[in-house]
Structure formats: structure tokens, C-alpha cells
């Protein structure tokens, strides 16, 4: 669980640092290559570029999409609420065997829903919690949340308006204490000189677990 609480913060301090430079189509978003492999049609795969997105529950996918996997099962409807709160009706289907970068294979259900392309012409595909839980793509082989999870919180937490205003230039990241699955995390963001700070918390620790600091540009 994460909690958010947006604060004035002052500059970071010590810890392991990383580096993210972005390009401008990117925003500090993090994509991966995502295999689809129908299960009774061995021969139809698919094999994509997908934005993480740990706010969503399903991969989604565009219905455009659904005939290059073949005749997969229906499952049922659900209403998706998209990023401008709008509310439209998905299909589930599956299940498809689905490889998340060079994690283990799983099987998972897939969300197809009426997408529009983006500026570029390209659709833009989500894979959700429940499947980077599946693959263990959330947790690294230490056992600890990887750091990639990290990027996205700092990232989750800046306000929404400013990634469609503005572009990330830069993104700072400095690990400072592990977080374990299960842990729960509290997120703080504020802006100063012309920066937005991060600093998450462990509750169930008691210590800073990391900070970060992004710099934008228009």
C-alpha cells in the first residue's frame, strides 16, 4: 500500500544514487517487452513494448490487438476507469502465456478495451500489478522491492498535470534502506527551486527507504 502526502521538502542527502535520463516521449515512465502466446494457438504471438503502470490490475491491450492472438476465451466484462477518469467497458480474456522481459513465463488473463492511438500513431499498452506480482518482475531475486519500483513511485507522486505540462529532464534517485513485499510506504513530494522532491518512508521500519529529486523542463 502507498500512501501519498505531497509536503515542501528540503534538498536530498547520502545514499545509493542512480541516474534516469529521459527522452521526451518517456516522462520518467518505465516500458518493457511484454510476449503473448495464445495457448491453443501456439503459433500466435505477440510480442510488445508496454508501459508499467502498478495503478492498473490487468495488461491491457487495444481490441485492434485481440484477432493476432487467435480465439482466446471470454471471461466476462469490467468498467476501467481511464487516466481522465473517464469509465469505459473492457473484455477479459484468456488465459495467455505472457513474458515480462526475461522473467519467468506465466499464464495471465489480458484486458482488451477500446484504445486510441497516441500522437505518434502508437498504442500505448499497460502491464499491471497483477501480473508483474506473477512474474515476480516486482521484487528482485534478493528478495527486495527492485529498484525499478522505486523510479515508479518518485514518478507517481509528482502531480499528474505536471507530466503533460512538462517534460523530465532528469530523474535522481538515492537508495536508501530496503523496502520488503508487503511493506507499506508513505510518499512525500514538494517543490523547491524549480525541483519536485520524493521521500519515501517505511512505516513498518520506521526508516527513509529512499529519496529523489527530478528536474523538468518545458
Known sequence: MVVRDRRNQSALSGGEVIFAQAKASQMGRIV?????????????????????????????????????????????????????????????????????????????????????????????????????????????????????????????SLPFDLHRTARLRELQVNFLNEVRPGERISLRAGEQEEAWYVYGQNLDRGLRAFEAVAAFEP
Open 32 to 156: 518493457t517487452q511484454v510476449r503473448l502466446t495464445s495457448f491453443t494457438e501456439p503459433g500466435r504471438t505477440l510480442v510488445i513494448s508496454a508501459l508499467v503502470d502498478t495503478g492498473s490490475a490487468y495488461i491491457t491491450l487495444p481490441n485492434a490487438w485481440r484477432e493476432s492472438l487467435g480465439a482466446i476465451e471470454h471471461l466476462g466484462e469490467v468498467e476501467v476507469e481511464r487516466a481522465d477518469q473517464s469509465v469505459t467497458k473492457g473484455s477479459v480474456c484468456g488465459p495467455v502465456r505472457v513474458r515480462i522481459g526475461e522473467f519467468r513465463p506465466i499464464a495471465a488473463e489480458v484486458l482488451f478495451v477500446d484504445m486510441k492511438p497516441n500522437d505518434d500513431g502508437e498504442y500505448e499498452p499497460l502491464v499491471g500489478y497483477i501480473a508483474l506480482e506473477q512474474a515476480g518482475a516486482a521484487v528482485d531475486m534478493l528478495g527486495h522491492v527492485n529498484n525499478a519500483r522505486y523510479v515508479e513511485w518518485a514518478c507517481d
